[in-house]
């Protein structure tokens, strides 16, 4: 009993850590209707843009790194995010207005291709650590419950909670600002957007931009876990049956999804995985994930897919 | 004249932090060589070629260089997934395929693997190098205790699963698999598993992130960092140097003395290094394991061109000559001396029958800031991989259709 | 001008009833058509009139109530059952084919009738290719009838809007409906194209003997083609009966007319 | 303070050309020529009509100034465009719609999945002030109490003429001073015809909006407008004064439907000799 | 002026309904199968055979099957990749399990169990749309991957879960140099090429695009669209699957299950979208455009001798190819086969400029 309560907990805290990934996807489709396949290289991006600096920055100054060197590093790698989302915009999303979905996504594609180049370029191909202070070690608690107790790992704790606050900084920007009536109306329809004068521009830096910043947290989390390296763009993976099981177009989907999948995906592997030859989490969650789209095409708090004749 | 050699590496990617120091110390050592003058007066003329680590592209850089500026002298695929490839390949193309600590392990038999050479040791070899070591905690016996094998789930990670059984056959522990799909980024419910089931030891089949992500996992469920057992690609300083205390008493096993300087680094820094024509960044690079793996590696490479050049006393040697180098390679002490790789490799002998020459590994473990010889070497047990080999490379050679060769009648 | 001969009721609606969640779309609407007849169905924007039509051809499945076609009754129906019956229609909002050219678009609405499997299909051999002949000739001809022969290759997604519905009544024609369901579709045409629009309904109607049902917002077209009107306001039907007896209707007034007209 | 701007100087005499276009050519997909030298002029709190058959232009015409050609892409290869003497050819949608340009788009366009009156309020963006947005929703509500009813339904649920009127409310919110309207009337009931062209002429009469309009519905089309330019296959063929045109013979029997003797019912235009135009 | 159709009238539908209506089209395409057939291994070496021309023709093969599913039926699918990995291995298993299996009958075997897969696969687009859709098609990926390296009777019990195919040869011909690899592999791909073609143009094909461009109008006109997506998902699985079996059997010879990882299938994907959807051209100009474009990047230093170090090279190549991709859907989101038609039509009026 103790241990399936760990495996719950385990997999659920696992999912808030997919619902922030998925939490990137879902901005950029909703407010712009792009699937963004990029979101992986721009999580890679942030964490080795931070990584980075937070070493260097104690060098320059010539002093150990505090939480100031470290404020300042991911400072430095939202401003460089600001920049991508920038880029991004100038150079690609202005000239593919109004084009197909896939289209987009290709588009998108090729946006990985580039962050996952200039990443390694510019701030070298080993494995970097950050080290924002999260705590390591397991804590039990329940002890006096189940025979020794039910561990929880404090770290993943704490993911879920910025997790959690992020997506309800953002649910509410979407629904309740003026911002985010754009972001929705652009996502609709591009041109008639355009034509009541929404600044496709402005919307996008701002949408790429805010995603650039999950996309840095996203990072750091991940990359204080598992050491910043090439691999950690792979996160992005993981985060896709989420964001189709919540709705591509739903910030709460994203967190509920992810609870859905990671529980689902680690009940399976420990309970189910045995009798199949194990590591079938990774399909899985797909299967999971369809099971639920075949009742709900459009992801459990995804907007109805319209047709009208 | 210049004797040409390919180098196929893998600088990006998933786990560019490991191709990097070992192609770094391959380059290092052809250079080293030709700054010695080369061998025996012919000058290395090296080419890389980026494989990313991908079947695919290495293939492509296979194709592309073996027939260049007379000919390659083999392949060092650096990849499991390009061997297989490649190794399909060879015979039709005459072309040696050397794969010191990865590849097929059953291509130490050369008999049926003519043209292959897992030099030093298979993954066979590190699994019961593992063993070995855990037998001696356990004080010989491992009757009832659980071992658990988490492995990336690829060829690479499932070459050890028939030795660990066999192994689990004889001396009675229970193997529990555990397959950790690539990258390994998110392993909870592995480790929730490895809780579950509170294996006694658990071995460890990783590479690039999946390492830092298991130990990261181990830390955070509590287990025992000093039970576990990594092969020699999840035994690199950057695969724990960032979690530090976190990884104390996490064990790999190695080919040579990881962290051990032979009098050739000090060569290479003297010869390269200071002289600002190191590849790496920095001389910090000497003595890590992958950059030694790549020294060992190119080295091993030389020597066979050299016996190559001396039986049939040409400058440059074709592929076929430098086959029958490695299968004739004597690495004597005095040789190993000589070269400045005393306290790093040991003395090997390959034959027709044997292209691996003799597996010597042993058991380095992660003090919180860098890796110590703890164990004795090692051997693999032949009565034990002895049979295996035999088994699987008749298998191969009858799905195949290779007659294996009669080793008797060879030269 | 020799009229048509109506005959007996081919299409009989009863009390039909639609909702979408909360919105009562169609509430209790019975109606016939005859056939051989020109049926208009009129109302204010909203009114029900495009749903009236999903539900016949089965894109909508009604909350209540009962269509008989040809004396077969159905509470409802798929697509495609209702396609083979012979029931063909156009859309309101464009629904044709974007990415094909014209004939294909066209070629579309032969679908039915074409027999050959995809085996044939591909290897294209005798039977296949004489079917696709056959089949092509006859869309020549719809072609040539809705004169659109100088865009007869070009994606449909360029054309204007008025050609572009033109194509959509092709694609019916090629399906040799005996009930043709048209929505609006001479919206968004000036004058003269309405003209032509209208002549090919008469033509389709009086040639071939085949019952139209026609959405239409212009009070012109309807009164001058139509024979019989239903009118629906708010899902209700609110007048059923000849043009002269719906023009002279006080609710149809009010609610849809207006006073200028 | 694009704010400042978009108001236009009202003392002006109405004479001033609002928007001036002068020969401009339009390219599609750097092949189709589709616009070949349109010029026209739009004075200051007029009515003008674009007549003109399908496929003639108008709609790419009024692209063209909104500069929403490029995501059809389309471009303007030759000619000028003028707003009150400034070149604008170059100016993004939203510069445009800050200086009082907004266009109504052919097919309605609504946000589907944005509720009614989210819509409306996607039309106030670039209006800041809360208690002249509010004002606005109150006097596009007047305008269009069907909406007010429906104001909670996401825009693809509702019917064509409510999402027609969804279109014309949102781009009233932005507090236009041109308004470029696209097939106003099309699919819409005669009664909200009627009420559209109403709201035309009164927004015209009370708030001086200046109206450039495309139409099909000649007939609605000339008895609001105050002067109509005739496009045929991207060129402008005739203009002048609306009654002027209404009068003219040719005009009278391609786009009213009235040879010489009134109006010819739409049974008997069989026997009706038509040019035919499509050829052209 | 001398590229035009004027003059060349049509006297029979049959004549209007060829692939290639106009003449000079007609001879251009002869001539450029007589030069890959005759021409090409007159000319190739071996590494232009192994590294550029055979992975070019059968990823051809491939995407041409994709093209089919996106292209035409507009189900976007990410799943490819697996679809070449049943092909591969279930042609593997004929090989190896059954003495004397032709090899052909292999080859198209795997393009059947392919195709299977792909229907069974393809059922969630009955009621999925879109990237929904897409992204769910990454469970046939996952799960192939996982089949591949966990089920020992995929890959007939190797330890280590990659195989090797054994000899080649068709009716006696034995395929052993990259020439006949290249022949053999060209041939299935013109034969694929004109099957796919007449299907497209025909009655199937224009299910669908009915379903693509329109589904609820398709379906009021009578188009059932569980048959037209499923037929798609299966003619579509069966091109691939054949071209998974050529990839694994001829051009690899022995790969392990990552030959035919989530990489391939964004590749594909790439390959058709940057060639054009929904042309058949297309596919051929996505598979060239994929395979020069990485050699191009990688030999062009080489050639210039720019002193750069291998992982910045491969870090630029990168960053260039993911720029290009992005350019080119800029230029022309339709992608290079109508770049190419586009060409075509000012050809056509040339020299005068519309
Ligand atoms: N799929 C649907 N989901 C929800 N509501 C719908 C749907 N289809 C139609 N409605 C609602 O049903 C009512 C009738 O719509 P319908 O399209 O039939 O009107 P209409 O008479 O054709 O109007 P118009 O003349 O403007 O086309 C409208 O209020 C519309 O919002
Ligand atoms: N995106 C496009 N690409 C290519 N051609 C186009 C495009 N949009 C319009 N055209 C062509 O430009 C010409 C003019 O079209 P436009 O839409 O401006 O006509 P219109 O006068 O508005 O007609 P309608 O009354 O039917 O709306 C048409 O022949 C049309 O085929
Ligand atoms: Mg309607
Ligand atoms: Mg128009």
């Not at chain 1, 991004?88 to 000239?95: G, P, Q, S």
């Not at chain 1, 309800?168 to 355009?194: I, K, M, N």
């Not at chain 1, 993981?238 to 999804?257: D, F, Q, R």
């Amino acid at each position: 009993m103790g241990f399936f309560i760990e495996a719950v907990l385990g997999g659920l805290m696992t999912g808030m850590l997919y619902a922030l990934v998925a939490l990137g996807f879902v901005l950029i489709f909703k407010a712009s209707g792009v699937f963004n396949f990029a979101q992986g290289a721009m999580v890679l991006f942030a964490a080795l843009t931070m990584a980075r600096f937070s070493e260097w920055i104690p060098g320059w100054f010539g002093v150990a790194s505090s939480w100031w060197t470290l404020l300042l590093a991911m400072l430095i790698a939202m401003a460089a995010m600001v920049v991508v989302a920038w880029l991004i915009e100038r150079l690609a999303l202005r000239h593919l207005v109004g084009q197909e979905p896939i289209a987009l996504l290709m588009a998108t594609l090729g946006i990985a291709y580039f962050l996952d180049g200039l990443g390694p370029l510019l701030y070298g191909s080993g494995v970097y650590g950050i080290d924002v202070g999260m705590p390591k070690d397991p804590v039990f608690i329940f002890e006096n419950l189940f025979e020794g107790g039910v561990m929880v790992n404090k770290e993943d704790l704490y993911a879920a909670l910025i997790a959690m606050v992020l997506v309800a900084v953002l649910s509410l920007f979407f629904q309740r600002t003026r911002t985010g009536r754009a972001l929705r109306a652009v996502a609709d329809d591009h041109q008639a957007a355009q034509s009541i004068g929404i600044a496709l521009s402005r919307i996008w830096v701002i949408v790429w931009a805010v995603a650039g910043g999950v996309a840095l947290v996203t990072g750091i989390i991940w990359g204080s876990k598992a050491g910043v390296q090439f691999s950690l763009s792979l996160v992005a993976m993981k985060a896709l049956p989420v964001v189709i099981l919540g709705g591509l177009t739903s910030v709460p989907g994203a967190i509920v999804g992810g609870l859905i999948i990671g529980l689902g995906e680690k009940l399976s592997e420990i309970y189910l995985g045995p009798f199949l030859g194990g590591g079938i989490e990774n399909w899985f969650a797909y299967v999971l994930a369809l099971a639920f789209l075949l009742i709900r095409p459009q992801g459990l708090f995804g907007d109805k897919i319209i047709d009208r004749v | 004249q210049e004797q040409y050699i390919p180098a196929l590496v893998y600088r990006t990617g998933q786990f560019a932090p490991l191709g990097v120091p070992w192609a770094d110390g391959k380059l290092d050592y052809y250079k080293l060589v030709n700054a010695r003058g080369g061998i025996n007066g012919v000058q290395i003329r090296y080419e890389e070629c980026e494989t990313a680590y991908d079947t695919a592209r290495g293939v492509e850089c296979y194709e592309r260089l073996k027939d260049q500026h007379g000919g390659a002298p083999g392949f060092d695929t650096q990849s499991t997934g390009i061997t297989f490839a490649v190794s399909d390949r060879a015979p039709g193309d005459k072309m040696p395929v050397f794969t010191p600590g990865y590849g097929l392990s059953q291509s130490v038999d050369g008999r049926v693997y003519e043209w292959n050479f897992p030099l030093l040791g298979t993954y066979w070899t590190a699994a019961d190098a593992m063993i070995q070591d855990i037998l001696k905690k356990e004080g010989g016996s491992l009757q009832g205790k659980k071992i658990a094998l988490v492995y990336h789930d690829s060829p690479y990670g499932k070459e050890p699963i028939p030795l660990l059984q066999a192994r689990a056959k004889k001396e009675g522990f229970e193997l529990i698999l555990l397959p950790v799909t690539a990258p390994g980024v998110e392993q909870k419910s592995t480790w929730l598993q490895i809780r579950q089931r509170r294996p006694d030891y658990t071995l460890l089949w990783s590479a690039g992130v999946m390492t830092p992500t298991a130990v990261r996992e181990a830390q955070a469920t509590g287990y025992a960092r000093d039970r576990i057992y990594a092969i020699w690609w999840g035994g690199s300083d950057h695969d724990v140097r960032e979690i530090g205390q976190g990884a104390k008493g996490y064990n790999t096993v190695t080919l040579h003395n990881t962290a051990a300087r032979g009098p050739v680094h000090d060569a290479i820094k003297a010869e390269l290094y200071d002289k600002g024509q190191g590849s790496a960044a920095s001389a910090d690079i000497l003595g890590q394991l992958a950059h030694t793996r790549g020294m060992v590696i190119a080295m091993l490479q030389v020597e066979a061109i050299r016996t190559a050049q001396e039986k049939f006393g040409t400058k440059t040697v074709t592929p076929e000559q430098v086959r029958w180098g490695f299968e004739n390679l004597d690495l004597t002490q005095e040789r190993i001396q000589e070269l400045g790789f005393d306290g790093i490799v040991r003395p090997f002998k390959t034959s027709c029958e044997n292209h691996l020459g003799e597996d010597w590994a042993r058991i380095a473990q992660w003090d919180g800031s860098k890796f110590e010889v703890v164990s004795d070497w090692y051997q693999a047990d032949q009565s034990i991989v002895g049979p295996l080999v035999k088994e699987y490379a008749e298998r191969d050679a009858k799905a195949k259709n290779i007659t294996p060769r009669d080793c008797s009648a060879v030269e | 001008m020799q009229r048509r001969h109506i005959g007996d009721v081919i299409l009989d609606i009863r009390n039909i009833a639609l909702r979408f969640g909360g919105v009562q779309a169609l509430t209790d609407i019975s109606f016939d058509v005859r056939e051989h007849e020109i049926r208009a169905i009129i109302g204010p924007n909203g009114a029900g009139k495009s749903s009236m039509l999903n539900c016949i051809n089965g894109v909508y499945t009604p909350t209540e109530g009962r269509i008989t076609f040809r004396g077969r009754t159905f509470s409802h129906m798929n697509p495609r059952q209702v396609a083979e019956m012979g029931v063909a229609r156009t859309f309101q909002n464009l629904a044709l084919f974007k990415g094909m050219s014209v004939i294909d678009n066209i070629m579309t609405g032969r679908n039915l009738q074409i027999k050959s499997n995809i085996l044939l299909q591909a290897l294209r051999i005798g039977p296949a290719e004489r079917e696709e002949i056959r089949h092509r000739a006859f869309v020549e001809k719809i072609i040539d009838f809705l004169e659109i022969q100088a865009w007869r290759k070009t994606p449909v997604g360029q054309l204007p809007y008025g050609l572009q519905k033109r194509v959509d009544l092709g694609r019916a024609l090629a399906m040799q409906p005996q009930v043709l369901l048209l929505d609006e579709p001479m919206a968004g045409m000036n004058i003269e194209e309405k003209q032509d629009m209208c002549r090919f309904i008469l033509e389709i109607n009086e040639e071939f003997g085949t019952t139209i049902v026609l959405i239409e917002h212009d009070m012109g077209v309807v009164m001058d083609i139509s024979d019989r009107v239903v009118v629906l306001d708010y899902g209700k039907k609110i007048g059923d009966g000849t043009p002269e007896d719906v023009r002279n209707n006080d609710d149809v007034i009010r609610a849809y007319l207006g006073t200028a007209h | 303070m694009p704010h400042a701007e978009s108001v236009p100087d009202r003392s002006k005499a109405q004479t001033a050309p609002i928007l001036q276009v002068n020969g401009i050519e339009v390219i599609y997909n750097h092949v189709i020529l589709v616009l070949k030298g349109v010029s026209l002029q739009v004075p200051e709190g007029g009515i003008v009509a674009l007549l003109g058959g399908n496929g003639a232009g108008k709609t790419t015409t009024l692209r063209a100034i909104s500069n929403l050609l490029k995501a059809e892409r389309g471009e303007v290869t030759k000619g000028t465009i003028e707003l009150r003497g400034e070149r604008i050819e170059n100016r993004s949608p939203a510069d445009l719609v800050a200086r009082g340009v907004v266009q109504v788009m052919e097919g309605r366009h609504c946000f589907a999945h944005l509720t009614i009156e989210e819509n409306l309020l996607t039309g106030s963006y670039t209006r800041r002030d809360k208690a002249e947005i509010a004002a606005n929703l109150e006097k596009v509500y007047t305008y269009f109490p069907r909406l007010k009813t429906r104001r909670n339904s996401q825009a693809a649920y509702t019917s064509g003429g409510e999402q027609q009127m969804c279109a014309i409310g949102r781009a009233l919110m932005t507090n236009p001073s041109l308004v470029l309207l696209d097939e106003p009337s099309m699919g819409l009931a005669p009664q909200i015809v009627d009420e559209v062209f109403h709201i035309v002429k009164d927004l015209n009469a009370r708030e001086k909006v200046t109206f450039l309009l495309a139409e099909q519905n000649t007939n609605m089309a000339l008895k609001y407008a105050d002067y109509g330019y005739i496009m045929e296959s991207g060129r402008i063929v005739m203009d002048g004064q609306a009654q002027e045109l209404a009068g003219n013979a040719d005009v009278k029997e391609f786009y009213l439907g009235m040879g010489g003797d009134g109006r010819k019912s739409f049974r008997d235009v069989k026997s009706y000799k038509r040019r035919k135009r499509w050829l052209a | 002026m001398f590229y035009r159709e004027n003059g060349q009238f049509k006297t029979s539908y049959r004549a209007d309904q060829q692939i290639f209506p106009v003449a000079q089209d007609r001879y251009a395409m002869l001539l450029l199968v007589a030069a890959a057939f005759v021409g090409v291994p007159l000319l190739a070496t071996n590494y232009f055979y192994q590294a550029v021309l055979i992975p070019f023709v059968i990823l051809a093969l491939a995407a041409l099957g994709l093209n089919i599913l996106v292209g035409y039926c507009g189900q976007i699918s990410l799943g490819t990749g697996a679809f070449m990995a049943v092909g591969a291995y279930a042609a593997y298993n004929l090989q190896v399990r059954i003495d004397g299996m032709p090899l052909l009958v292999c080859i198209l075997g795997g393009g059947f169990v392919a195709m299977l897969f792909g229907v069974v696969f393809g059922i969630p687009s009955l009621r999925i749309r879109g990237l929904y859709l897409a992204v769910a098609t990454l469970a046939a990926q996952f799960f192939m991957d996982w089949l591949a390296s966990r089920a020992a009777w995929v890959t007939n019990h190797s330890s280590s879960g990659s195989v090797s195919a054994r000899e080649l040869q068709v009716l006696g011909w034995h395929i052993h140099t990259p020439m006949e690899k290249y022949l053999f592999c060209l041939a299935i791909l013109c034969v694929m090429a004109l099957l796919a073609k007449n299907l497209v143009r025909g009655a199937i094909g224009r299910e669908w695009m009915a379903i693509r461009d329109m589904d609820v109008a398709a379906a009021v006109i009578g188009i059932r669209p569980v048959y037209a997506k499923l037929s798609a998902f299966a003619v579509s699985a069966f091109i691939v699957g054949v071209a998974g079996a050529l990839w694994g059997m001829v051009h690899l010879g022995a790969w392990e299950p990552a030959a035919f990882n989530l990489d391939m299938s964004l590749k594909l994907l790439f390959m058709v979208i940057i060639g054009g959807l929904g042309s058949i051209a297309g596919a051929f100009f996505g598979a060239a455009f994929f395979v020069m474009l990485p050699l191009a990047l990688t030999l062009l230093p080489h050639a210039l001798g720019v002193p750069l170090s291998t992982a910045t090279l491969s870090y630029l190549e990168h960053m260039i190819f993911g720029a290009l991709i992005v350019f080119f859907l800029i230029v022309e989101p339709h992608g290079l086969a109508r770049l190419w038609g586009t060409a075509r039509q000012k050809l056509r009026v040339w020299p005068f400029p519309h």
